[in-house]
């Protein structure tokens, strides 16, 4: 097991800890501890099941096959597994399984891949099970014990008692026995509101680590004899490596080897990571760049607006009536363009990966939000079958949805291959990140709205064009060439439903694919579709004279959830009160990840172009929520990552490649930008959406209808440095 | 080689008199808590204290930083007994992902020892880190805590 919540993580420990991995699954068949049904984990202490693993001091060990990236999963997974476990939580740690364990129990962990906000929405239901299913085992094997019925017997933070006799005993007691019992067919989970570990604001499991510098991320691993490696990949996309010079930076000082990864790209090994890219940058280049060089931002803003031409075509996602025709016959019409750009996800530490190859075996060390997706990079990468590679998941410095991609994974095997036996970590720098990004995708939409002779909305027709995520990232998805994930936020039905009923309406897609490669960036395509929908819904609200709030509610009624966190924002920034002197205020909802959110900011503005954001208030219902306090923090790093893109961000095409290149041309929000954000929780359940993403939809459109009612002025186009307005 | 004195011992390191103190203090005295972020003196990841001023590592040389006092974030506890600031942090939960969390720890101990009671005001000069989570709200509530403590 690769354990990452780990206080002594030194060198030492972590080549030991890895190598012990190796044998984990071995040891449990036939090592001294017990049956030989009894998997073990690393320490040989026995698993009662795969979630949960007690040691002989009552420590539970939870296993978790999410990635932990900040977003606070970790935690709240082991609350869930806790929760149903009836055990002590102070006495709870968290370890990883590797994939390459949980391939060779045929899945047992489940799914590894965390994102679309499903860390614990997608597998709370079977991780309260094995909690549930663990406490049963544990229970049972004290009764056996005992010779007295399980149902006489009862438990609370890990002690079991036997009241009638006044037996008590410990879960670390009964857990060898335990481990030894058939699991129970089925169990009934606790209901919600009668939890007491789950759905409390309790302290991340993971903080003390990452303020005394000892957490592990990937840029810290260290392995006996390890070299470093720099990289460049051929800055234009789909460009190839041509030729490069190694001769003029053979002597430089501690340069070990220069290799070609794959066809486009090479990377310089060295003994420090400083060493490698100094050499690198020393190394005289020669790329095939190819079609894609005569590529700029605005080639590809001229083809993605023909694609908002109604006589291009498109694919529908959305609809219901006829919204052409009620636009042609209608009393008036509202017509906007918007368009959003290219985001890198920058998160704060760059890509990198360590590999270590031999003959027989591969082994990765990363961040990464997906276990498995980097296990199948690394066995494509190096040609080992399953059983003779795994990778080890260490603390990521962020994810945001990049990390769920592998080409860094893919890159790192592929120079540790040319090295055999020596271990290589991988690291990118800023500039290569900035550079080969997988970008949140680029779009244009044309949205026209129509009202009858007594201002009621009766046609909307929103047409998108530009970049599908799944075509190049997942295009066995696509329905009939459709991408469907492409309507989030608008969509008919699901997890990322339109909230509101227009008698006539027509969503479409017109697909334009640039090659700029695009990924799954925090929010995916509910960023674009809430910025473009609900600041046409202003727009609209505006020409039929009518108050923006007043205005969305009379077209929510069909949508209540929708509406209640709407009201809930409104109610709680005042909406029906004036705001105070020289400040003003925007709203915004849409639903994403099976979650409904809704924002308010209210800012003000200096000289046109100086914007103060003075409050934030953002609701969310979620169904459930398993730790407010992670909540409010997932609520407010939206605010911020979303903002970010809104006033710094873009990234912009030039010769084919990306122009931005650090911070300084792509900056990021600071703690002077950034106001409280007051957040409401308001979840109803029977459901269970996600939090990480959903809320960073509100976020730019709450401040640009708030822009509106400071200025009288639209924004329609993202980001607001490109217009000469910045924060105050 | 040059001589520098981190956390209070002297290392004698390897190093070209140009490479910048960050990839000395990671790479060559091995003390990985100071972390990269942009290497251009943006992001404040870096960030330790010299002669007890934060400063952003990536953008100083080693020969600038010999003779001098150099703190990183594995030096700010006192022995076994955390710096305020690492406590106040793990009490209010204020790292997410946590990477950038080194550098904002060490530029929020050097503001405190400056001015012990800060407004929101000295924060907003003072602390201009990138968090890509966006931790600002529990950062700035932290420092707040310390500082009417």
Not at chain 1, 497 to 504: K, L
Request: proline content about 5%.
């Amino acid at each position: 097991m690769n354990k990452h919540v780990s206080p002594k993580m030194n060198r030492r420990a972590f080549v030991v800890g890895t190598a012990a991995v190796g044998a984990g699954l071995a040891i449990g068949l036939d090592l001294p501890f017990g049956g030989p049904a009894v998997v073990r984990a690393a320490d040989g202490s026995p698993e009662v099941n795969a979630w949960v693993v007690v040691r002989p001091d009552d420590t539970v060990v939870i296993r978790i096959a999410r990635s932990e990236m900040g977003q606070g999963s970790l935690t709240g997974l082991a609350q869930l597994v806790a929760e149903e476990l009836e055990c002590d939580w102070s006495k709870v740690t968290t370890e990883y399984p590797t994939p390459g364990q949980s391939v060779a129990r045929k899945r047992v962990w489940g799914d590894f891949s965390t994102g679309g906000s499903r860390g614990i929405r997608s597998s709370q239901d079977y991780v309260r099970k094995g909690g549930a299913t663990a406490r049963v085992m544990l229970i049972e094997a004290a009764a056996n014990e005992w010779k007295v019925p399980a149902s006489e017997c009862t438990v609370a933070k890990g002690v079991i008692t036997h009241k009638a006799s006044g037996k008590t005993t410990t879960y670390g007691k009964v857990a060898e026995a335990a481990a030894k019992l058939t699991p129970p067919a089925d169990v009934k989970l606790k209901d919600p509101k009668d939890w007491t570990i789950a759905g409390k604001g309790l302290l991340r499991l993971d903080t003390a680590d990452k303020t005394t510098g000892t957490m592990i991320y990937g840029i810290d691993v260290k392995l006996p004899g390890m070299l470093n490696a720099a990289i460049k990949d051929c800055p234009v996309f789909g460009g190839k490596l041509k030729s490069y010079d190694e001769a003029k930076i053979v002597g430089m000082k501690g340069v070990k080897k220069v290799v070609k990864v794959g066809d486009t790209a090479v990377a310089v090994v060295a003994d420090t990571w400083w060493h490698a890219k100094t050499a690198l940058e020393a190394l005289p280049i020669v790329w095939d760049e190819g079609e894609n060089a005569k590529v700029s931002s605005e080639s590809i803003a001229k083809w993605l607006a023909e694609g908002l031409d109604n006589d291009q075509p498109a694919y529908v996602g959305n609809k219901n009536g006829d919204a052409k025709a009620a636009i042609a016959s209608a009393a008036k019409k509202v017509e906007a363009v918007y368009n959003y750009p290219y985001q890198n996800h920058a998160t704060m530490e760059p890509m990198n990966a360590t590999a270590l190859y031999t003959a027989d075996k591969c082994e990765v060390w990363c961040g990464t939000q997906n276990g498995e997706a980097a296990f199948a990079a690394t066995l494509e990468a190096s040609g080992l079958p399953a059983e003779k590679c795994d990778v080890h998941k260490v603390m990521p410095g962020g994810g945001f949805g990049r990390r769920g991609q592998t080409d860094y994974v893919r890159q790192a095997v592929l120079i540790a291959k040319q090295m055999p036996g020596t271990p290589i970590k991988l690291l990118w720098s800023r500039e290569e990140d900035m550079a080969h990004g997988r970008y949140h995708p680029i779009t244009q939409c044309k949205m026209t709205g129509a009202f009858d002779a007594n201002n009621n909305l009766v046609a909307l027709h929103y047409r998108l064009s530009g970049q599908s995520i799944l075509f190049s990232l997942r295009p066995e998805a696509l329905q009939n060439g459709m991408d469907p994930a492409a309507f989030q936020g608008v969509a008919q039905s699901g997890e990322a439903a339109f909230g509101y009923s227009v008698p006539n309406l027509l969503i479409e897609h017109a697909m334009r694919n640039p090659h700029v490669p695009p990924g799954f960036w925090r929010g995916v395509n509910v960023n674009h579709n809430a910025i473009y929908m609900e600041c046409f819904m202003d727009e609209l609200a505006q020409a039929a004279g009518q108050d923006p709030l007043e205005f969305r509610r009379k077209l929510m009624g069909n949508h209540p959830k929708h509406l209640a966190v709407l009201n809930a924002v409104a109610e709680k920034i005042g909406w029906t009160k004036p705001a105070p002197q020289g400040v003003y205020r925007g709203i915004a909802q849409v639903m994403g990840y099976g979650s409904y959110v809704a924002g308010a900011a209210e800012i003000s503005v200096t000289d046109g172009n100086k914007i103060k954001v003075h409050r934030i208030v953002a609701s969310t219902d979620p169904g459930y929520v398993v730790n407010p306090a992670q909540v409010e923090r997932q609520i407010a790093g939206s605010f911020v990552y979303g903002l970010s893109a809104l006033f710094y961000g873009g990234c912009t095409v030039k010769d084919g490649k990306i122009e931005q290149t650090n911070f300084d041309t792509y900056n990021s929000m600071r703690i002077n930008e950034m106001p409280k954000v007051e957040s409401v929780m308001v979840p109803s359940g029977g459901f269970w959406g996600g939090v990480g993403e959903p809320t960073i939809g509100v976020a730019a459109p709450a401040v640009l209808n708030a822009y509106f009612a400071a200025t009288g002025k639209r924004i329609r186009s993202v980001p607001l440095r490109d217009q000469n307005i910045t924060f105050a | 080689m040059a001589n520098l004195t981190i956390n209070g011992k002297t290392f004698t390191l390897d190093v070209e008199p140009d490479t910048p103190l960050l990839w000395a203090i990671r790479e060559n005295a091995g003390l990985t808590g100071t972390k990269y972020g942009c290497g251009i003196a943006q992001c404040g990841a870096c960030t330790v204290h010299m002669d007890g001023v934060a400063i952003r590592s990536c953008g100083v040389s080693v020969s600038e930083a010999e003779g001098k006092k150099i703190t990183t974030i594995e030096g700010l506890a006192a022995g076994d007994t955390l710096h305020k600031v690492q406590k106040a942090w793990i009490a209010q939960d204020v790292p997410q992902c946590g990477y950038c969390q080194s550098g904002m720890i060490m530029a929020v101990a050097a503001l405190l020892s400056e001015k012990p009671k800060p407004t929101d005001a000295d924060i907003d000069e003072a602390i201009t880190n990138i968090c890509r989570c966006g931790t600002f709200q529990q950062v700035r509530e932290a420092i707040h805590t310390i500082a009417s403590a």
